[in-house]
């Protein structure tokens, strides 16, 4: 299990976090603030959805027939040997 992953949860408290930030300097600035509305919000959160889905679904082995989630089976007990022999 790879631990050095970065959470998707993080990335999105990070973005959202720096747009506040933004926002509030732009406010205090006397700036016009980022105009975010709840429709803007929705279609931003649907389309990062669509595009980590996609990418997740793309990046993963999609193993559909016999022979290759037999071969998927047989790289894992190999990956277990491995790590065994460590």
């Keep these: 299990m790879n631990q050095n992953k970065i959470k998707t949860e993080t990335i999105i408290r990070t ?3 720096a747009v506040a930030i933004i ?10 603030t980022l105009p ?9 959160v649907s ?7 996609t990418l997740w679904a793309w990046w993963k082995n ?3 027939s016999h022979n290759a989630i037999k ?8 990956d277990e040997l ?4 460590k």
Excluded: P, T, W
Aim: hydrophobic residues 50%.
């Design 47 to 53: 389309i990062f959805a669509l595009i980590c889905s």
């Design 15 to 17: 973005v959202v976090l």
């Design 62 to 64: 999609n193993s559909f």
């Design 71 to 78: 071969a998927d089976d047989y790289k894992q007990h190999l």
């Design 23 to 32: 926002n509030q300097i732009l406010a205090i600035a006397g700036k016009d």
């Design 82 to 85: 491995e790590e065994m022999e």
């Design 36 to 44: 975010l509305y709840e429709s803007d919000i929705a279609q931003f």
